[in-house]
């Protein structure tokens, strides 16, 4: 008695066969088919699955985590300041770091010194566009007079003209 679809019968077609189970593609058919004509062969298929499932799952994780490895190697060696050199592109070899330039205290105190810098920067833009915001939400406020009691909040500091406002921009830029 033979399978319908003779699966094994050349060394081409058994490849062909363990392939398709090894991507779980219709396997289920093959081996129903083939378990009609050996009942004891589920055990071989199941083993099979499980065995190969478990080296391609493997094979996924251990790519993944090469990648994130790569990545996390580059990204602390640029923290650190070392020179990254990428191997066309694709991986970092294993000493990542040529080049290595030692931080000293100067180094050291110039990047925080321009760290500082940009802080500052920061800061500075930060205070900008808060009088941006006051001067157009105020702007956007009803015609009212800064002395009168029917609004609930207290404007009269900004004055009519928002000299405050004014002055700030004309220093600033």
């Not at 699966?7 to 081996?31: H, K, M, N, P």
């Not at 050996?38 to 699955?49: A, E």
């Not at 020179?83 to 100067?106: A, C």
Request: a negative charge; aromatic letters at 14%; proline letters at 1%.
């Amino acid at each position: 008695e033979q399978t319908s679809t003779d699966f094994f019968g050349r060394i081409d077609y058994t490849f062909f066969t363990l392939f398709q189970i090894l991507c779980l593609d219709e396997w289920a058919s093959v081996s129903r088919e083939v378990m009609v004509v050996y009942k004891w062969s589920w055990v071989l298929f199941m083993i099979f699955v499980v065995m190969t499932a478990f080296v391609v799952v493997n094979l996924l994780i251990a790519v993944i985590c090469d990648a994130v490895h790569v990545l996390r190697t580059a990204e602390r060696a640029m923290l650190l300041g070392y020179d990254v050199q990428l191997d066309g592109g694709d991986k970092i070899p294993k000493h990542i770091v040529r080049n290595v330039e030692v931080l000293t205290d100067e180094k050291i105190e110039k990047k925080v010194n321009e760290l500082q810098r940009m802080l500052d920067e920061m800061v500075e833009t930060q205070e900008c566009m808060a009088m941006t915001i006051k001067y157009l939400s105020l702007a956007l406020i009803p015609t009212f007079s800064y002395e009168s009691t029917e609004c609930s909040e207290d404007y009269s500091d900004y004055g009519s003209s928002f000299d405050a406002f004014n002055e700030y921009s004309v220093d600033r830029y």
